[in-house]
């Protein structure tokens, strides 16, 4: 079953802005803290962002400031609003609930001239 469905990844120049979607079930907005995370090729998934149920948000110093994580509890959607993006941003973004060990696709978002 499908749980979490990414999207909004892309080519972006840098410095520039993408906002990251997910559509989340119902079961897993409703109950459980999400996050957003990336990886890069050959390394495990890091945390970027975080927000409760009761919609706190927490994050890395590394993206403090850059990246905004945000919910519609209408429409059971997570955002990922990222500004000045650099190349070393470039990475897969995926979202989840924390501690879930199933993953979704991913969108992929290149930062490059």
């Known amino acids: 079953q499908v749980e979490v469905v990414e999207s909004g990844g892309g080519l972006v120049q840098p410095g520039g802005s993408l906002n990251l979607s997910c559509a989340v079930s119902?079961?897993?907005?409703?109950?459980?803290?999400m996050g957003w995370f990336r990886q890069y090729p050959g390394k495990e998934r890091d945390l970027l962002a975080l927000?409760?149920?009761?919609?706190?948000?927490n994050y890395p110093v590394s993206v403090k400031g850059r990246f905004t994580i945000s919910r519609d509890t209408t429409k059971e959607m997570v955002y990922l609003q990222m500004n000045n993006l650099k190349p070393e941003d470039t990475a897969v973004y995926y979202c989840n609930a924390i501690g879930r060990v199933i993953w979704g696709q991913g969108t992929l978002v290149t930062v490059s001239s």
């Open positions: 119902k079961r897993l907005f409703s109950n459980y803290p």
């Open positions: 927000i409760t149920t009761e919609g706190r948000t």
